[in-house]
Each structure stands twice: as C-alpha cells, then as structure tokens.
C-alpha cells in the first residue's frame, strides 16, 4: 500500500494539471465586481466615447492596456467630480496609486494574442468582447479557447465582412492565397505560441 500511494497522488497531481490547463480561457459568463463601478454602456452608447479612446495601444501594440488614470482623469477633472467613485478615482490619482482593475479577458501566458493585428484587418472589438457597448458591468460572452479563435481563422465564425476583405487579398496576392489555402488567417501553431 505505501508503495502505491505514492503513484496515486501523481496520476491526481497529473490529472488535476489537465483539468486546469483544459479550463484556461473558458471563463464565459465571467463578470467580477470591480473595484470601482464602471459602466461601459454609459461611457461608449450614452457619450460615444470610442474603444479606442480610452484602450490606446490596441492599434499599436498587442495589447488594449487598461487605460491609465489620466486617461479618466481628461474628463472626470470636470465631469461628475461630485461622484463618491470619481472622488476615489482622484485620490489614487493624486496619490500616484494604481486602480487595482480585475482582469476579465485572462489568456493563458503560453497565448501570443495580438490586438494590432486583429485590429487591422478590422476585427470589430464586439467579435471577441461581446456588445460592451450594452453593458453596464463587463462579463466575458464566450469560451476565449484554442478552438473558438481556430473557427475564426479557419473561416467558419469570421465575420463576414473580413471574409470579404481577406478573399480579395487573396485574389490580388497568390502568394498569400497559397500561404492561408481556405483559411481566412493562418492556423499554425507558431501564430499564437511563440
């Protein structure tokens, strides 16, 4: 018998491993409380205030970024300064201490995704993120895994507009044309995982 336990506590050790690793991204549904409420719906449909405004990276590096403080703090020097939030949001301003924000959209760390890219092949930021525009309290709106993002690149979830762009590239570019075959972006292992 003690020659056995040891065995059995690997293969749980190995099997709890797999389970951990087959859950990474399948987070749909989450929606933490964050540590001040923000309302997206109020900020991008209520102001028009433009992803991009506030996510300033997402065009140039692979990252959206969680806005600074002075980001906020362009309007909110102004708007609603009366706000207990706003007040809490102008303290850790002045003092110089980050806003400790909830990561909601969470890949795993071996997961090269990169917003540049996706950003300029006019991916719309409601593809993977879901309506953000509508939501008072951000959740994520699907299972962010390797096999939802390979339907994309495989063409099958693509929104159809990228399609359309994509198959012309293809028809100007034989040589892209051949690289990606039927798929609308490329599906090795190397563009996500390096």
């Not at 749980?12 to 309302?39: C, E, H, M, T």
């Not at 990228?162 to 563009?191: F, H, Q, R, W």
């Amino acid at each position: 018998m003690k020659k056995l336990l040891p065995l059995v506590v690997v293969v749980v050790l190995i099997g709890a491993g797999i389970a951990a690793l087959y859950n990474v991204g399948r987070n749909k549904g989450y929606s933490p409380d964050q540590p001040i409420p923000f309302s997206h719906e109020r900020h991008v449909t209520q102001n028009g205030i433009p992803c991009m405004y506030c996510h300033t990276g997402v065009e140039k590096t692979k990252h959206a970024t969680v806005p600074a403080m002075n980001v906020c703090m362009n309007c909110h020097s102004v708007v609603l300064p009366d706000s207990p939030h706003i007040k809490r949001l102008k303290e850790a301003y002045a003092s110089g201490k980050p806003i400790e924000w909830v990561k909601i959209h969470d890949l795993p760390d071996h997961v090269n995704f990169n917003h540049k890219r996706h950003v300029a092949k006019g991916i719309a930021c409601e593809t993977c993120h879901g309506d953000v525009g509508q939501m008072v309290k951000v959740k994520q709106v699907v299972d962010m895994n390797m096999g939802w993002c390979l339907d994309c690149h495989r063409g099958k979830t693509t929104p159809p507009e990228v399609v359309s762009a994509i198959t012309k590239e293809k028809a100007a570019d034989p040589v892209k044309a051949s690289m990606l075959g039927t798929a609308v972006a490329p599906t090795n292992c190397y563009t996500c995982h390096h």
